[in-house]
T-cell receptor, first 112, second 112 residues
Framework: DTAVSQTPKYLVTQMGNDKSIKCEQN?????MYWYKQDSKKFLKIMFS???????INETVPNRFSPKSPDKAHLNLHINSLELGDSAVYFC???????????FGEGSWLTVV | GDSVTQMEGPVTLSEEAFLTINCTYT??????LFWYVQYPGEGLQLLLK?????DKGSNKGFEATYRKETTSFHLEKGSVQVSDSAVYFC???????????FGKGTRLSVIA
């Protein structure tokens, strides 16, 4: 079973559209993250949730909104997509202290 | 598909000890290789990278050499400090904006 799964894996959409990327983890972890990978492979943290509560909210446009319906899910909704939003977005989850972090396979978003 | 295997943790060292975290990879092409680090309470950061065989990436006293013949990218530091306590991830990526492929991470604890 995939520990952290995110969908879709690939998404091509037009500017101005609204889209969501979903993430689910089956590890029973309390903490989940969204990262954005840029073209130079830098990973920028966007959001972190612990047990459905927002912990880290880095400076990202408010067009990006995370939603955590339960602690196994952390979805990323993006409004009014722009060309600069094209990137790979990674979901990750982390258990209690002492556990490692598991990454999803990434969702490759292309805005045209 | 591409994959990364790194040594499992946790790794516990005394201050000033020598650190090696092993990382090997499988890839169909000629990927770039990366080490990322996550300090407690923070997001993932790029530590160092190498883009072709025999390249050595280095940063903050850490080094890793891209060994194509052994498909390895082991992370080393000659003298660790308590502040190096973190989770370290080995990763690879093909050219362009393709998603990173992560290892499972190795938690390092350095005690004074």
């Amino acid at each position: 079973d995939t520990a952290v799964s995110q969908t879709p894996k690939y998404l091509v959409t037009q500017m101005g559209n609204d889209k969501s990327i979903k993430c689910e983890q089956n590890l029973g972890h309390d903490t989940m993250y969204w990262y954005k990978q840029d073209s130079k492979k830098f990973l920028k943290i966007m959001f972190s949730y612990n047990n459905k509560e927002l912990i880290i909210n880095e400076t990202v446009p408010n067009r990006f909104s995370p939603k955590s319906p339960d602690k196994a899910h952390l979805n990323l909704h993006i409004n009014s997509l722009e060309l600069g939003d094209s990137a790979v977005y990674f979901c990750a989850s982390e258990g209690a202290s002492g556990n490692t972090i598991y990454f999803g396979e990434g969702s490759w978003l292309t805005v045209v | 598909g591409d994959s990364v295997t790194q040594m499992e943790g946790p790794v516990t060292l005394s201050e000033e000890a020598f650190l090696t975290i092993n990382c090997t990879y499988t890839a169909t092409g000629y990927p770039s290789l990366f080490w990322y680090v996550q300090y407690p309470g923070e997001g993932l950061q790029l530590l160092l990278k190498a883009t072709k065989a025999d390249d050595k990436g280095s940063n903050k006293g850490f080094e890793a050499t891209y060994r194509k013949e052994t498909t390895s990218f082991h992370l080393e530091k000659g003298s660790v400090q308590v502040s190096d306590s973190a989770v370290y991830f080995c990763a690879l990526s093909d050219s362009g904006n393709t998603p990173l492929v992560f290892g499972k991470g190795t938690r390092l604890s350095v005690i004074a």
